[in-house]
């Protein structure tokens, strides 16, 4: 407690480094409320190609750009090494020789100008992106007890946070996660990666009843299945084709992404009523999702905390954030410490 004090008193500025999939992101925040800078570049055009990530051209990709991406945030932060706090890195989970390339820029960084290094669980990062504070004058912090939804391309997961760097996974995927979910099923209406906002944007002239899709509640536990959706999806195409049917793919998008944002919306608030909880955070790469945003702005009375799009999905800031916080709490690495690909979410 009494470390915690000291460090408020100070400002204390943090670089984030996030490698884990096919964003390349560096950021520097001041205080855990103030964003310095913010630099993502992403690889998302050159994996369309393949239509998903492919994990080669990933890491090559990281390493060409990766020192000019923290000279820019550096630079556009006005900040210099010395005036570092703390190196916060993406550990894992994630594609290994993705993850190897922003943690070996961390700790070259950290031995440089011996500053601490924090290793960051990536979602942890998703989560904190609801702590940074926002624009607009009426942010509030998240109060605890949170109930989390944290659905990306690699995870769907309800947690539950009782305090800060404290979780409790109520939930998972049995299978695909939701963003996940989302790419096949793009892929399978022949609509361009990243899948989510394609959908979505396909979604905005169809018909959301047009297909009456499973939804997988998977009642008396937390967790999610996506899988015999996606069957479901190819199942109706297939039966379309052979029968000569013109194929409608705005009406197959609205109406696959109105059966997973019912699913998402519906356990996500159950749990939050169970839970007794405060507030709700929704995170990650499909908390972009407008109709998933929609649902929790505009369908229950909790206290809903969505990041801005920019920090949705993979980022810096939020690894940054949530360095800050584990910053607080005294955490330090060793430089020794290895990327870990299959990392869960485990509280401080
Ligand atoms: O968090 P993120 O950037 O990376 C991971 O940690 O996985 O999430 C990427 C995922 C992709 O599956 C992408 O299709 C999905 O987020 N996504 C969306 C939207 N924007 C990104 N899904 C639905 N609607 C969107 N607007
Ligand atoms: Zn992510």
């Known amino acids: 407690m009494e470390e915690i004090q000291n460090q408020e008193e100070k400002l204390v500025r943090i670089l984030g480094i996030e490698t884990s999939c096919d964003e390349t992101a560096a950021a520097v925040i001041e205080n855990g409320s103030q964003v310095l800078s913010n630099v993502v570049a992403s690889q998302a055009d050159l994996h369309a190609r393949f239509g998903g990530v492919f994990p080669e051209v990933a890491s090559r990709e990281h390493i060409k750009i990766i020192s000019a991406v923290v000279d820019q945030a550096l630079k556009d932060a006005h900040v210099g090494l ?64 949170v109930i989390a939804l944290i659905v990306s391309g690699g995870h769907s997961s309800l947690i539950l946070m009782q305090d800060h760097l404290t979780y409790t ?11 996940e979910a989302f790419d096949k099923v793009a892929r399978l209406l022949d609509l361009p990666y990243p899948g989510g906002p394609s959908i979505q ?73 169970q839970y007794q909880a405060e507030d709700i955070v929704v995170a990650g790469g499909v908390s972009a999702n407008r109709a998933l945003r929609n649902a929790f702005l505009e369908q229950t009375d909790f ?46």
């Open 82 to 145: 010395d005036e570092l706090d703390a190196i916060a890195v993406t550990r894992g989970p994630g594609l290994a020789g993705s993850l190897v390339v922003g943690m070996n820029m961390a700790k070259g960084l950290a031995l440089a100008g011996g500053i601490p290094l924090i290793g960051i669980n990536h979602l942890e990062g998703h989560l904190y992106s609801a702590w940074v504070p926002q624009e607009s004058t009426d942010f509030q912090e998240p109060h605890f007890p």
């Open 169 to 179: 996974q109520l939930g998972r995927t049995l299978d695909d996660a939701a963003g």
């Open 201 to 273: 944007k396909a979604a905005e002239s169809g018909n959301v009843h047009a297909f009456q899709f499973p939804r997988a509640w998977l009642d008396g536990t937390w967790n999610f299945s996506f899988s015999g959706l996606k069957t479901a999806v190819l199942r109706t195409l297939q039966e379309q084709h052979a029968e000569g049917r013109p194929i409608r793919v705005e009406n197959y998008a609205a109406s696959f992404q109105d059966a997973v944002v019912e699913v998402l919306f519906k356990k996500t608030i159950d749990a939050a009523h």
């Open 303 to 348: 206290r809903v905390h969505i990041p801005p799009l920019k920090l949705c999905t993979d980022n810096a800031v939020m690894i940054a954030e949530a360095g800050y916080y584990r910053f607080l709490h005294g955490f330090r690495d060793e430089l020794d410490i290895d990327v870990l690909p299959n990392w869960g979410l485990i509280s401080a």
